[in-house]
């Protein structure tokens, strides 16, 4: 095929695209920046931090584990005081925001069911189950009533499947979204030691698996069930990457740390800025789970065998054996909470090390947004170039098409006309070969613009793809093309 000869075809709109950094629907809540704060407990995510990601159209999430140590009685009355807390705190965000609010819930929790039916009674956008698996006893029903989204956190494509399975067989319906966690996040991981630097485990090895097994969730009950990539998200260049590997948002907690709004003392964001990377350690908590956190000298003692003196009034934590604990964790993470890191530790995200000041959630947003918009312009020249070249074949194959179609088939018929009843063998391959070679261009304009509908598709997740049209006349031909049968060319 001659391309050469023919025209560049134009392509409308294909200069001006807009990136556009996608939204994170889940149910009927939209959030307009694809964001997730992670819960952080105890006390580091409250409303001061959630309100100002949700401001920001970003998704703002409370930790409520252990938030009760925000009280004066939780010693003496600690699951009163966990959804008074709780409670307040709800509150609170939803006065200084009216974006979305959600609350992070770990299953391990002894008082998991109070603090669910806080969150429903308070109706937040939704909850995030992570530290085990939502399976027996959700009060779906309620949820679902108060329209409260329910999103479990997996460090696994197995675990997303057993929580949807279960769900189906037993609520008949299926979560709202998932957070799939990798190896890099902070806090307690849902890995074990020996797999956390394994990168069989890495994020980007198991978020597309997850994001299959969600595709066949969402073919059945025919909605979208959106993957939150989780631990390591450090910036706009990684959105991008994990965006272009399936995930539709992105959870960040370590990056939240460090920002004017959140919950935490100053010692304990500082303790971040100060960090390098070797001093980011894996620890093992006493709930029997490994963790993340950054060295220090409470640490230290408590690797050197100390035991330090605490008080366990209610076993907060079903998995915590507090009688062989050497320190009760949600004292240790409450005093760090309050810069007290002498009697307790920072959790952080393996990234910890790279963040160098505090700047505030609005400052964030803006700097991720523009790191996401250069990464895309970078990472999509080939795809657009790919897109123009599929389009110049496109126009190729049209204008070959028409002119084999309009002018060799008018030939052709006028000389059938003349001389068919002789009937020549000649004629007769001739006709029929290019009746083949319609059929072939037919097939090949068809392959071609499938191309593009499908780079037009990978494009529109990155761009506002709207002002991209094909042009009419192609429209026009495609529908023809679809039509076009052996009675309709000889009647041209
Ligand atoms: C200080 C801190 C406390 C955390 N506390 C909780 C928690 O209470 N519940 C939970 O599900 N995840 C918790 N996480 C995990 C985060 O919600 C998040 O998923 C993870 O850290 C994301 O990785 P990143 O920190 O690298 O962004 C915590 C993380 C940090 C850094």
């Not at 679902?144 to 769900?167: C, D, G, N």
């Not at 496109?394 to 006309?417: D, F, G, S, W």
């Not at 990978?458 to 506002?464: A, I, M, P, R």
Request: proline residues 3%; contains cysteine; aromatic residues 8%.
């Amino acid at each position: 095929m001659n391309f050469k000869r023919l025209s560049k075809p134009k392509i409308p709109g294909l200069k001006r695209l807009k990136v556009k950094i996608p939204q994170l629907k889940i149910g009927d809540s939209v959030a307009r920046v694809p964001i997730v704060q992670g819960g952080m407990g105890v006390g580091i995510s409250l409303a001061g931090l959630a309100s100002a990601v949700a401001n920001e159209g970003g998704i703002g999430v409370i930790a409520a584990n252990a938030i009760g140590m925000l009280e004066p009685d939780y010693y003496t009355n600690g699951k009163e005081a966990n959804k008074r807390a709780l409670r307040k705190q709800i509150k609170k965000a939803r006065k200084l925001s009216d974006g979305i609010i959600g609350v992070n819930i770990m299953v391990a929790v002894n008082d998991f069911h109070d603090l669910l039916r806080v969150s429903i009674e308070e109706k937040v956008d939704m909850v995030f189950l992570g530290a085990g698996l939502p399976l027996k006893g959700i009060p779906v029903s309620e949820l679902r009533q108060a329209r409260v989204k329910v999103i479990p956190i997996v460090s696994s494509a197995r675990a997303a499947r057993l929580i949807f399975k279960y769900w189906q067989k037993n609520y008949d319906t299926i979560p709202d979204a998932v957070v799939v966690e990798g190896p890099k996040a902070g806090g307690h991981l849902g890995f074990k030691n020996t797999e956390i630097n394994d990168p069989k485990y890495a994020l980007d090895k198991i978020l597309p698996d997850v994001v299959a097994e969600m595709e066949t969730f969402e073919k059945q009950y025919d909605k979208q069930i959106p993957t939150i990539a989780a631990g390591g998200v450090f910036d706009g260049d990684d959105i991008y990457n994990y965006f272009k590997i399936g995930a539709s948002g992105v959870q960040m907690a370590t990056r939240f740390v460090a920002t004017r709004e959140c919950d935490a003392d100053k010692k304990f964001k500082k303790a971040y800025i100060d960090c390098k990377k070797e001093d980011i350690v894996i620890i093992k908590s006493p709930v029997g789970l490994p963790g993340r956190a950054i060295q220090n000298s409470f640490l230290d003692e408590v690797e050197s065998g100390e035991r330090k003196v605490f008080r366990c009034p209610w076993r907060c934590l079903e998995s915590c054996k507090a009688k062989n604990s050497q320190y009760c964790i949600s004292a240790a993470l409450d005093n760090a909470r309050q810069g007290k890191l002498a009697n307790g530790f920072v959790f952080a995200g393996a990234n910890a090390y790279r963040i160098e000041n505090i700047i505030s959630v609005k400052r964030l947003f803006k700097q991720l947004d523009k790191e996401y918009f250069r990464r895309v312009e970078h990472g999509t020249v080939n795809l657009r170039s790919e897109f123009e070249e599929s389009f110049k074949n496109l126009a190729a194959l049209k204008n070959e098409y028409v002119r084999t179609v309009k002018k060799r088939v008018k030939t052709l018929k006028a000389e059938l006309e003349k001389i068919f009843e002789k009937g020549t063998t000649t004629f007769r391959e001739e006709y029929k070969s290019t009746m083949v070679r319609i059929d072939h261009l037919k097939e090949e304009y068809t392959r071609h613009l499938d191309k593009v509908s499908e780079l037009r598709e990978q494009l529109s997740k990155f761009f506002d793809t709207s002002t991209l049209k094909l042009p009419k006349a192609i429209l026009d031909l495609q529908k023809r093309c679809a039509k076009l049968e052996f009675a309709e060319i000889s009647n041209l």
